[in-house]
């Protein structure tokens, strides 16, 4: 009995369109939402929190304002945060590629993969997306993979249906 064994490479383009420059458009607005309400929680706190000059400041009050502070920089760095993170996708060249690199849309059996800044899990034209950088150890395990190709990271495996 003779047996044949056949490879092939199986073709996953056909199954979604994806326009990166729309999802592109979507994150744009989605960041502006999180600076601009990061502002607006910076400044609620700034009004509610001033203390006069004058005051007199015991030790009881001293470390309230130093809980305080440390607070008042949290937010701050919230701000920023999603500021640099807007200014990642803007800069964003969303071009096509054929393999995985920054810029890249990765389509896995379970989830969208948008190679460019940490982005929490969201839902777009029905499918789930999640943003990874360039830096997390995800994207090193598929950094220069291509379709067909697979990784495993934390005993999960991701094999790449599309790139986009």
Same mark, same amino acid.
């Given at each position: 009995m003779q047996v044949k064994?056949?490879?092939?490479?199986?073709?996953?383009?056909?199954q979604h369109t994806v326009n990166k420059q729309d999802i592109k458009k979507f994150l744009i607005q989605k960041e502006l939402v999180q600076v601009e309400k990061s502002e607006i929680n910076y400044a609620e706190y700034l009004s509610g929190n001033s203390r006069a000059c004058d005051q007199i400041i015991d030790l009881g009050d001293q470390s309230q304002l130093n809980v305080r502070i440390e607070l008042?920089? /949290? &937010? +701050?760095?919230?701000?920023? *945060?999603h500021g640099k /993170? &807007? +200014?990642?996708?803007?800069? *964003?060249?969303?071009e096509p590629t054929s393999r995985v690199e920054l810029g890249a849309i990765i389509e896995t059996e379970k989830v969208f993969l948008i190679i460019?800044?940490?982005?929490?899990?969201?839902?777009?034209?029905?499918?789930?997306?999640?943003?990874?950088?360039?830096?997390?150890?995800?994207?090193?395990?598929?950094?220069?993979?291509?379709?067909?190709?697979?990784c495993i990271y934390n005993q999960v495996k991701f094999l790449i249906k599309n790139i986009y």
């Open positions: 064994i056949c490879w092939r490479k199986v073709d996953f383009a056909t008042t920089h /949290k &937010l +701050d760095s919230q701000i920023h *945060l /993170k &807007l +200014d990642v996708i803007k800069r *964003l060249k969303f460019a800044t940490s982005i929490p899990p969201f839902e777009y034209d029905n499918n789930l997306f999640i943003g990874i950088s360039t830096e997390a150890p995800l994207y090193k395990c598929l950094e220069g993979k291509s379709i067909g190709d697979e």
